[in-house]
């Protein structure tokens, strides 16, 4: 067989690294007895007043934790590329809306104000302020801002102290939020060993090591049993 042969057929046998990825899947329960969502205190303001709600931190189904932020934090060799797609945080009826999603390092975050009042876009990543803004009304332009570090960026509202928002930020990407059934799933995770570890506002961080092999998901799953720890 000729050299040039010999590279071709090597070639060949070389698998993209995008090919070999595989998920890290599961769930995150609730073991201990859910917490009664509580009525928030939005009387001071007339228009937030208008809508009556129920504390949003802890939401619970069937045993299922919701809105738990699961994401690798050692063992991605790989910086993932921002996507061109933006994360929006709005606030609507006087709440963060998403109450929790991801970004990427180097992804554009735009804040929205979709109410009739002023709200103040306060957002913190560990204690560290971001950007501090007001934005008076629905008119007001959009805040944009570009995630440079990774972490937790927290939002909160100075106006309406019961305004909260979380935006996970991940610099390799693999990062996922459970969904109402408990779930989640950590797309392109290449063949390795990992930290993964999960956060939720209230019951703090969990941690799990996993091995992903080629051809075959990983799985994960952590359990909160309503001890608070302070994640927010």
């Given at each position: 067989?000729?050299?040039?042969?010999?590279?071709?057929?090597?070639?060949a046998?070389?698998?993209?690294?995008?090919?070999?990825?595989?998920?890290i899947?599961?769930?995150?329960?609730?073991?201990?007895?859910?917490?009664?969502?509580?009525?928030?205190?939005?009387?001071?303001?007339?228009?937030?007043?208008?809508?009556?709600?129920?504390?949003?931190?802890?939401?619970?189904?069937?045993?299922?934790?919701?809105?738990?932020?699961?994401?690798?934090?050692?063992?991605?060799?790989?910086?993932?590329?921002?996507?061109?797609?933006?994360?929006?945080?709005?606030?609507?009826?006087c709440?963060y809306?998403?109450?929790?999603?991801?970004?990427?390092?180097?992804?554009?975050?735009?804040?929205?104000?979709?109410?009739?009042?002023?709200?103040?876009?306060?957002?913190?990543?560990?204690?560290?302020?971001?950007?501090?803004?007001?934005?008076?009304?629905?008119?007001?332009?959009?805040?944009?801002?570009?995630?440079?570090?990774?972490?937790?960026?927290?939002?909160?509202?100075?106006?309406?102290?019961?305004?909260?928002?979380?935006?996970?930020?991940?610099?390799?990407?693999?990062?996922?939020?459970?969904?109402?059934?408990?779930?989640?799933?950590?797309?392109?995770?290449?063949?390795?060993?990992?930290?993964?570890?999960?956060?939720?506002?209230?019951?703090?961080?969990?941690?799990?090591?996993?091995?992903?092999?080629?051809?075959?998901?990983?799985?994960?799953?952590?359990?909160?049993?309503?001890?608070?720890?302070?994640?927010?």
């Open positions: 067989m000729t050299c040039s042969r010999l590279i071709a057929v090597a070639a046998l070389i698998i993209p690294a995008a090919a070999m990825a595989e998920t899947e599961g769930e995150v329960e609730f073991t201990g007895k859910a917490p009664t969502p509580g009525k928030l205190h939005r009387e001071a303001d007339p228009f937030c007043a208008k809508k009556p709600m129920t504390d949003p931190s802890v939401l619970v189904k069937n045993g299922k934790f919701e809105n738990v932020w699961v994401h690798v934090t050692k063992g991605a060799k790989e910086t993932a590329k921002p996507p061109a797609s933006t994360v929006e945080m709005d606030q609507k009826d709440m809306d998403p109450r929790m999603t991801t970004a990427v390092v180097g992804q554009k975050i735009v804040a929205k104000n979709g109410d009739p009042v002023l709200h103040n876009v306060h957002t913190y990543l560990g204690s560290a302020t971001l950007f501090n803004k007001g934005m008076p009304n629905d008119k007001a332009a959009p805040i944009e801002y570009v995630a440079k570090d990774e972490g937790m960026m927290k939002w909160k509202c100075d106006v309406h102290p019961w305004m909260r928002g979380f935006i996970g930020v991940s610099k390799s990407g693999l990062q996922a939020v459970t969904k109402g059934d408990g779930t989640f799933k950590i797309d392109n995770v290449p063949p390795g060993k990992y930290t993964v570890e999960s956060w939720h506002e209230k019951y703090g961080t969990k941690t799990q090591e996993v091995t992903v092999e080629a051809g075959k998901p990983a799985k994960a799953s952590f359990k909160y049993d309503g001890t608070e720890k302070g994640g927010a």
